[in-house]
């Protein structure tokens, strides 16, 4: 597989959305990250925390429509645990955003009681929306704005004017989220992205993508490859070697019946994208640290 080093974004881009998100952040109050519930580590920007500093922050699990519902709850658990306020969303048919506004009233209690001590009761929720590519931050806009706005630009040398976009509950989003770049000089990061199609595949090879995730999926959904493709369980087969069986199992062989792997990653990776193997999850939270209790002293 190809380096995924060679990905290179605009180099200016990390830079100006730094320079947004601090020239906004005392603006807000507080920050919307975008996750995709699919991949809750993985379609993190490392930098958020430091960029967004301390300012109260909502995770929107998005796509939990796409997501293993399992493991989703996990995930709200490892973010509440953390500080944060948690909704899963699915922001393409709009499930779950009517929580939007409500979760943001929860989490900023404190501050909006404030607000009320000091005679301000109707000031508006400040929000800005971040994420990564592809994670749905224009669709989940558009849901909470009632479709009154387009999709965000994001081209270098557009300047536009910031605006706030009303949206119900007393919430008003800065109407162009930040987007942050994923960390892509992790190989195990980048492959996932590239299984959900958030990063462009068309450099990597394919094949190798497909041999991939089938090990990963062997491993943590056995069961659904036996049902979409018939095999087996306890097969002790890795990557490419799974890849084939795929193939041969679907019928998809070249001739002299040699597996068509090229053919079988497309189909692979296609139906996994369109949630046909079921609703899978790649990660699961890192193991909490048991709580060290202290030795029991002897008398
Ligand atoms: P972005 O602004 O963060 O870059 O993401 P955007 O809203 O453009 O969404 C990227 C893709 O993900 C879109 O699909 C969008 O429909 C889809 N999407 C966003 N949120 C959800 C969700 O919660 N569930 C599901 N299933 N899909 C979601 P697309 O293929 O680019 O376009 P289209 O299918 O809408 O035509």
């Known amino acids: 597989m190809e380096d995924m ?11 100006k959305t730094r ?6 952040l005392p603006l807000v109050d507080a920050v ?58 699915d922001s393409k048919s709009g499930k779950g955003v009517k929580n939007f506004s409500s979760a943001l009233r929860t989490l900023l209690a404190p501050q909006l009681a404030q607000f009320a001590a000091k005679g301000m009761k109707g000031r508006p929720i400040r929000v800005m929306i971040l994420g990564i590519p592809n994670v749905g931050k224009s669709s989940l806009i558009n849901r909470l704005a009632g479709g009154k706005r387009a999709k965000a630009e994001d081209r270098a040398g557009v ?20 987007v942050l770049w994923p960390k892509l000089d992790d190989q195990e990061v980048a492959c996932r992205l ?17 041999a991939r995730l089938l090990t990963i999926l062997h491993k943590q959904y056995p069961d659904a490859l036996l049902e979409r493709y018939k ?29 068509n792997t090229e053919r079988a990653a497309i189909a692979l990776i296609d139906e996994f994208r369109a ?18 209790t202290a030795p029991a002293t002897e008398a």
């Not at 990905?7 to 830079?15: D, R």
């Not at 320079?19 to 906004?24: A, T």
């Not at 899978?280 to 890192?286: A, K, M, R, S």
Request: charged share 30%.
């Open 5 to 15: 080093k060679d990905i290179q974004w605009f180099p200016g881009h990390m830079a």
């Open 19 to 24: 320079r947004m998100i601090q020239k906004s």
């Open 194 to 210: 590239a299984f959900t199609g958030a990063i462009r595949d068309d450099i990597l090879d394919k094949e190798a993508l497909a």
């Open 275 to 292: 949630v046909k193997l079921g609703r899978i999850t790649l990660e699961e939270p890192p193991c909490e640290q048991p709580q060290q």
């Open 32 to 89: 919307a990250e975008l996750l995709d519930a699919r991949l809750p580590l993985s379609s993190r920007n490392p930098e958020f925390d430091r960029l967004t500093r301390k300012k109260p922050r909502l995770v929107i699990l998005n796509k939990a429509d796409m997501a293993d519902p399992a493991l989703t709850q996990k995930w709200i658990a490892y973010y509440q645990k953390r500080g944060a306020a948690v909704i899963t969303a």
């Open 159 to 178: 300047t536009r004017i910031q605006q706030w976009i009303k949206v119900d509950g007393g919430v008003e989003l800065l109407d162009t989220p930040g």
């Open 231 to 259: 095999i087996p369980k306890d097969a002790e087969l890795q990557g490419f070697e799974l890849l084939e069986m795929l193939a041969k199992n679907r019928g998809m062989l070249l001739s002299g019946g040699v597996p």
